[in-house]
């Protein structure tokens, strides 16, 4: 068993199944014979800039086809990206494709549904991005993808987004009880020859104290006042609640969809206060503003479907004054203070003052959400918490950090490294829950690759033209 090739064949089909943004055209036009086309080594490179032809049909599958343009469209958009293409050919990025139409085809045949409303945000959200990044240059972003009217680019991209969602809703289905015994770990990991067992990094355990900045009972009114206001002015003078999402909100993820969320009573993806105010509303209802970590809401219920609730959301995040922020900072000052010269240990500082309720009872140890441990690996770290721990000693304290998070516009914070491991070979025992998702990638990537062999033999698939010489990993030419 390659270990390496394992992995690597992990991230390709993670890659290409999470990048949908614009990869991938569909079209809805008839099928078309093959084209006679001149001999190309397809397998050889990735960018024919040489190549001039029309364009046809490269591949039927199921219900879909795929444009000789698709594939171009999908390398200059990873090349825009910034993605690194040496040593991948054109034929390794078609079959990439091939996969995205097989999994949305059979989405189709097992009846996924579509969130419509979530596609068109998404697709306003990516109009507005490429918009911000082009000067607002909507003519040529038109003629890049060779649309007359931006409506003819947005049903376009209404149709990837689609696509894209229906093929990584099929993907997940596959893939979503698949799970590893401790006894498959362990044989997963003594089938790795020793020699080409994983070198893991050096990892650190980092922790942290936390003092955040209290805020007042009258800054909580004035928001509280603020949101029934406009709740009065939506119910009894018509005024939009789209447009004071747009003028108001404090959510930025939310405010260029009008604060749109969509919540399935199935898949709980909202804070558990937000979700039992939503689905307590009749339809066209507006809440009572409440409370929640991220600040004061009022919510108003558009529409339900089913299981699936959309709503449009308010969030107002009162103001901190600079008493309350000076008299945070101090505090942690005094915190630091205490830890240096010895009156308390790091671990009990953190349990007796933090703020932070994920941590204090730890100790103030981090935990990492990769691994769900204690260990972060030093080449894997998160940029910021790097640059915050970097200069630091084992044991040392670092100097008061004023830092932000999504519910807080302002936190003090001292760090640590409370234990340091070097580079060393996989250990099962020391590095289990590594291995672990690594055995549990494995075994996805082999439910995969069953799934897809099952669904290619019985899925109508035509490949045309220079195509047909690629030497596919899947047997998408059926030989």
């Known amino acids: 068993m390659q270990l390496k090739t394992i992995n690597s064949r992990y991230i390709t089909n993670t890659v290409a199944f999470c990048c949908m943004f614009f990869l991938g055209f569909v079209h809805s036009q008839e099928i078309i014979p093959d084209e006679q086309t001149p001999s190309i080594k397809a397998k050889d490179s990735v960018v024919n800039k040489s190549r001039i032809k029309a364009d046809g049909v490269a591949a039927v599958v199921g219900d879909f086809i795929v444009l000789e343009s698709d594939l171009d469209r999908e390398i200059a958009q990873l090349e825009a990206q910034g993605a690194d293409l040496s040593g991948i050919t054109r034929c390794e990025l078609f079959g990439s494709l091939l996969e995205k139409k ?11 549904v579509v969130n419509e409303l979530y596609i068109q945000s998404l697709v306003e959200q990516q109009i507005q991005g490429i918009m911000a990044q082009t000067q607002g240059d909507m003519q040529g972003l038109l003629d890049f993808y060779k649309k007359d009217s931006e409506q003819a680019l947005r049903d376009e991209m209404y149709e990837i987004n689609k696509n894209g969602y229906l093929a990584k809703e099929m993907q997940d289905k596959v893939i979503k009880d698949v799970e590893v015994t401790p006894e498959e770990v362990r044989t997963f990991f003594n089938e790795i020859p020793e020699d080409e067992r994983p070198t893991f990094g050096t990892e650190l355990k980092v922790a942290q104290i936390v003092i955040i900045p209290e805020i007042t009972e009258e800054a909580k009114q004035e928001v509280i006042d603020k949101l029934k206001g406009y709740k009065k002015d939506v119910e009894e003078n018509g005024a939009s609640f789209t447009t004071k999402v ?34 307590a509303l009749q339809e066209g209802e507006i809440s009572e503003p409440f ?105 040392e304290i670092s100097p008061v950090i004023q830092d932000e998070d999504r519910i807080n516009r302002i936190k003090f914070k001292i760090m640590t490294v409370t234990d340091r491991i070097d580079d060393h070979k996989a250990d099962f025992s020391r590095d289990y829950l590594k291995i672990k998702e690594l055995a549990l990638q494995d075994k996805q990537i082999k439910a995969i690759e069953k799934w897809q062999k099952e669904s290619i033999a019985e899925t109508y698939i035509k490949i045309n033209g220079e195509y047909r010489d690629c030497d596919f990993q899947s047997n998408w030419l059926k030989k």
């Open 246 to 279: 747009l003028f108001y909100t404090d959510d930025s993820a939310s405010k260029s969809t009008g604060g749109l969320y969509t919540l399935n009573r199935k898949q709980p993806r909202m804070v558990k206060e937000f979700r039992d105010v939503a689905f």
């Open 291 to 395: 409370e929640t970590d991220f600040g004061y809401h009022i919510i108003y219920l558009e529409k339900i479907r089913g299981q699936e609730y959309d709503v449009r959301h308010i969030l107002l995040r009162p103001q901190l004054t600079q008493e309350a922020i000076q008299k945070a900072k101090d505090e942690i000052e005094m915190v630091r203070e205490k830890i240096v010269d010895g009156s308390v240990s790091f671990a009990e500082a953190a349990r007796e003052f933090s703020d932070e309720k994920e941590t204090k009872y730890e100790g103030g140890q981090l935990t990492n959400p990769t691994t769900q441990d204690f260990n972060f690996e030093l080449t894997k770290m998160d940029t910021e918490m790097y640059t915050q721990i970097q200069g630091l000693k084992d044991g």
């Open 102 to 112: 097989l999994y949305a085809h059979q989405a189709i045949q097992d009846s996924v």
